[in-house]
Structures are given as C-alpha cells and as structure tokens.
C-alpha cells in the first residue's frame, strides 16, 4: 500500500462525528450508582454461590504450623508455590475456597469458555510440566488440568485445603509468625504468608428489581447448571434445553463464548444487551505437535513470554509470535508512528497516532458484524461505539453468527439494562419475555472493597490493618511487599509490571520473587522479612511518574475498566505499573531478585 493509499483510507473516518457518536452511547449509560448497581450474593441469594461442581468432604479443623501458606489457588498460588517448592521450600499450604486447584478456571466451566490470550504464554508452566497445548487459545478444562497438573508435579496437594475460605489473618509479633484463621474452624501457624485472591472469584448479579421473584430456573455462569442444560464443560450437546425459552442477561466475555453454544441448544435464546462488546477474529487452530517440538527447546516459554511483551506498544520486536489482537494493535500504532516524519515523533503526534489506529480497528470491528450478521437491526445493535481498550476486548469466530439462528434473539436495551424480573420472565421497554430459565452472565466483582472480595483484612504489625494502610491507595513495592506487614507477600499486577494482557506472566515473576526471598531468608534463618518505609515511598514516587494505562477515556463506555464510568477516586492514580514498561519491569525483577541484595527490604 502507498502512503497516499494509506492517507487516503485514514482520511476516510470521520473523527469528530465517531467521538460524538461515543459520547452519546457512553451517556446513555452513565449511572449514578456506579459499582453499587451490582448485588453482592449473599443472603437469600446464597444459592447462587455453592459448588455444583465438587461436593465439600468434611474434615478436622487443622491446628499445626507451616513454612509458607498461601490465599488462593488458582495460578498466582501454583505459580508461587512451584517457585517455592524448586527453591527447596516444600511446607507449604494452599487455601482455597474452590474444591479443587484453578481459581478462575475451576469456577468458569461454562459452555466454551477459553483464554483470550494464547495458550502458549497464557498457562503457566508449560515447560517445567511438559504439556504442549492443543489449540492456540485453550478451553477452560485443559487449562483448568494444567492447573491440577501443576498441583501434582510440585505436590501442593499435600498440604492444601479446599472448600475453605480463611476469616482473619493477625502478625504474631511475639513468634514472628502469621495466625490464620478459617470459616471451617482452621487455626493454624504460617512463618511467612502469601495472597493471591485476584479480581475475579467473586460473582455478582445485576441489581435488577425483582431478581427474587422468578419462578424459573436461574443460574449465574460461573455455578453453570450442567444437571438442568445437559452437556459438560468439554462440549457436549446441551441436549436439555431443547424445548426451553432461555434468557443470558450480559454481553461481555463470557456471554460471547457461550452464546453460540446455547443458541445450538434452545428453542428461544434471547441474548439481553446493555452494552455490546467488540468482537474481533479469533482464528483459533490446533497447534501442530511437530511445529512445536521444534520450537520447545530449553527456555521456550520465557522467549514466547518475552516476545509477546515486547510487542506491546512501544517495545517491538523484530518478530511477532503470537500474532493475536494484542500485537495487531500495537503493530498498527508502530505503523503509524513510523509513518511520522522524525520532527513530528513528538508525545501529542504519536498518541494521535494511538487514537487513529484504535479508531481504524474498531472501524474494521463494526464492518464484521455487518459481514456477518443478517439481519441490519440486529447487526446494527451489536455494534460497539467505543475505543477498543474501553472495555475488555473479545474475540470469537461463531458469536455473531449465532445470531442467524432461528431461535436466537437480541434483546438490545439501549443502554438501560433489564427493567424488572417477573415471576415468568423479564421486562424490557416495557415487554415481557416468557422465559423457562435466566442465565445470569453478569461478572466478577473488580472495583468493589478489596476486604469485600477477600473476606478478611490483613492485620500487620502493631494492629495496623492493610485496609488502613491503603485507605488512601494502594502502597507497595513491586506490587509484593507492604510496609508495616512482614513475612507476607502479595501477587498480583498492579505496581509492578501491570501487563493486563497477560496477567499470568505478571504472576510468574512475582512467585520468582517472593522464592528467591523466602530462600534467602531461611537459608540464613532470618525470623523477618519487611519492606522498608523509605523503599516503599520511593516505589510509590516513582510510580507516579508514570504517565498511566492507555485503557479508559473520558470518552469511554462505564465498565470495570473505568470504574463503571465514576470519577476515579484519587487512591485510583496509583493503580499503575513501572513508568518505563512492562517489558523494562521484568527485566528489573529478575536482575533485583537474582543480585541477591534485595534492595529495599530489611531482614533481621
């Protein structure tokens, strides 16, 4: 393509008429209330949280002590508890209120559900495993058997606890010791503690008037109802909705991976939207067992890791690996940039070059749904009229197109949500849908108290909580460590490499970390490990050097990623990562942590 070529197609967008067109359909959906519309499940909505998926074996509450445990387990607990385990530190404990190792991937067992990220640099520890991954982007129960395949490997099944959810954590100053306490009646000793809840455990559901009401079978998508639908998490049929009117209330990811699968399945599918996602191609294949044993040589996964960070805008490499959306966009931004004269490479030019690439590809986004979808309403419905990072983007090769199916429905609401649940059903501009059963695919709960989601508060030294500590925003170093709470440890992105594109990786690095320090300190039979006050005002400072994350915008659509559309509180400015990148960062760790100095923290 010619430069003129390439102007000429730029040319073509309207700029100033697509920000006014996302302006009006963000406004249609601000809210007064913010995170506040979602119900927290408790109560007479309890139902919606139990397990249908391993049955809760009772047991002794456990009274004893371990070396490290550890609050969660899903990958930021095996990851960690890998590390640990290669480190020669195997006392270890994994408390997790699911019935089996996966976190996320042991709740999400929905009809084709799968990683959005490839499977190659998305499930941890392929290499120390073995495993070579079927597909590019794996389905839920393989990655949910890599996790338990970890959880064999390093043995972290010995000492773990499931289906138990701990209640309070208190540092013993007087043993240098944390005592944990659980809802089964647990009250045992750690030396040193590790938490790794994440943002997405604790479901929530619409606040919808009169969600008590329906007389119907309900359910939300991560306690999928396998016993009602017929099927399995692996893709079977799911033969018992043959003569059902079924109704999935959300649109975000999850919906866009089972929709497809339910419109197979049901005589009536209504799909209920209040916000359409931007659906891009998926192109999902097998991964060819010959490509990939002449690729999996030593130190494989760190270079396909490595990579795909560097392809993120701003540190490209030569090569592109992955070749998913993630590089897509940050190849487009490169091109753009490139297309500069070297006098106009200046910050205001390349974030306009930024904003023009991402308005280009969601150009493209919107002309696939017209490609695909039949009917013009519909297609135009589904259209998403925002920035592509505004929301979590989606990819998917037969969610537009369920919608040609007879018995498959939109349910646009323009912007308002569900009216009311009926004893029947559910209302929109003022029509009642007659449904047999409602399928809740309403999220996670992200922007909510972090003691919410745990359901603890972290008490450190001198009673001082962690609720406290942050009570004006989160204060770390590296995202790991927290003054004033020794011999603990966090894992997690924020502060640290903040690479939401690949959350795993960001784990991976911390668990690295948090054994490269416990080894150390065992090793020379230290009691404590604490960050200091001044480490962790200079970490903090230097944070806010950065000049913040590229999703959200004034302009944006509410959802998790802005905070449902609120005025970001003033604790929101350090939600960010190192200033220089993602990829700046993990070479930073991993050059700290193997110095053996550990700058910043003090051992006694």
């Known amino acids: 393509m010619t430069q003129a070529t390439k102007d000429a197609s730029r040319s073509a967008i309207d700029k100033k008429a697509l920000l006014a067109k996302y302006i009006a359909e963000r406004d249609k959906r601000l809210r007064a209330d913010g995170n506040a519309q979602y119900l927290q499940i408790k109560d007479q909505l309890a139902h919606y949280l139990e397990d249908p998926y391993t049955p809760r074996v009772e047991r002794e509450p456990v009274t004893d002590h371990v070396t490290f445990a550890f609050i969660g387990g899903g990958f930021a607990g095996l990851v960690t508890g890998a590390r640990l385990v290669e480190a020669g530190i195997t006392d270890i404990r994994i408390i997790e209120k699911g019935g089996d190792f996966g976190g996320t991937w042991y709740w999400n067992r929905y009809p084709g559900a799968q990683c959005d990220t490839a499977s190659m640099i998305y499930m941890p520890l392929l290499e120390e495993t073995g495993h070579m991954p079927s597909e590019k982007y794996a389905h839920a129960p393989e990655i949910l058997e890599q996790c338990q395949r970890i959880g064999r490997k390093y043995d972290l099944y010995k000492n773990a606890l499931f289906h138990t959810e701990v209640s309070e954590l208190n540092w013993d100053e007087k043993n240098s010791r944390w005592l944990i306490k659980t809802n089964r009646g ?16 604790v479901p929530k559901l619409p606040g919808i008037p009169g969600i008590e009401s329906f007389k119907g079978h309900s359910f939300h998508t991560s306690r999928w109802d396998y016993d009602y639908t017929g099927g399995d998490p692996k893709g079977g049929k799911l033969s018992k909705l043959a003569n ?13 991976q089972c929709v497809p699968h339910l419109a197979r399945a049901c005589s009536t599918l209504y799909v209920v939207q209040r916000t359409p996602s931007s659906v891009d191609v998926r192109a999902n294949k097998p991964i060819d067992p010959e490509w990939f044993e002449s690729i999996a040589t030593p130190g494989w996964q760190k270079r396909w890791l490595e990579n795909f960070t560097a392809n993120q805008a701003g540190n490209m490499a030569e090569e592109d690996w992955v070749m998913d959306g993630w590089t897509d966009l940050s190849r487009r931004i490169r091109s753009r940039i490139m297309d500069l004269p070297a006098d106009k490479r200046t910050p205001h030019d390349m974030l306009a070059a930024y904003e023009d690439s991402d308005f280009e590809k969601m150009e493209e986004i919107r002309a696939r749904v017209d490609s695909i979808v039949k009917d013009e309403a519909t297609a135009q419905n589904l259209k998403a009229w925002y920035r592509q990072l505004c929301k979590r983007p989606c990819f998917h090769d037969a969610y537009l197109q369920a919608f040609n199916e007879p018995g498959t429905h939109l349910v646009d609401t323009d912007g308002k949500g569900v009216e009311k649940i009926t004893e029947r059903g559910f209302v929109v501009g003022g029509v009642e849908y ?27 030294r ?27 440890f966090i894992v997690q992105p924020t502060q640290g490499a903040n690479l939401i594109s690949n959350v795993p990786h960001n784990l991976t690095e911390a668990g690295a970390t948090i054994a490269a320090i416990i080894k150390h300190a065992v090793a020379h039979d230290y009691k404590e490990v604490e960050v200091t006050k001044e480490a962790q005002d200079a970490w903090v400072e230097l944070l806010l050097t950065n000049a913040g994350m590229m999703i959200g915008s004034p302009d944006c659509t509410p959802g998790y990623y802005n905070n449902e559309g609120q005025t970001p509180s003033p604790a929101a400015k350090l939600n960010v990562g190192y200033p220089a990148g993602a990829m700046a960062y993990f070479k930073y760790i991993d050059e700290w942590r193997n110095s053996g100095d550990f700058e910043g923290l003090a051992f006694s």
């Open 186 to 201: 647990d009250a045992f000793t750690a030396r040193f503690l590790g938490m790794g809840t994440g943002p997405l455990h």
């Open 244 to 256: 059902k009117r079924v109704a999935i209330i959300g649109t975000g990811a999850t919906s866009v």
């Open 434 to 460: 007659d449904v047999d059963c409602i399928i809740y695919a309403s999220g996670f709960e992200v922007g909510t108290e972090f003691t919410r989601r745990a359901g603890f508060d972290l008490v450190g």
């Open 462 to 488: 001198d009673g001082l909580k962690l609720s406290q500590a942050w009570a004006d925003g989160m204060k770390t170093k590296h995202g790991i460590h927290v003054h004033g709470f020794p011999n603990a």
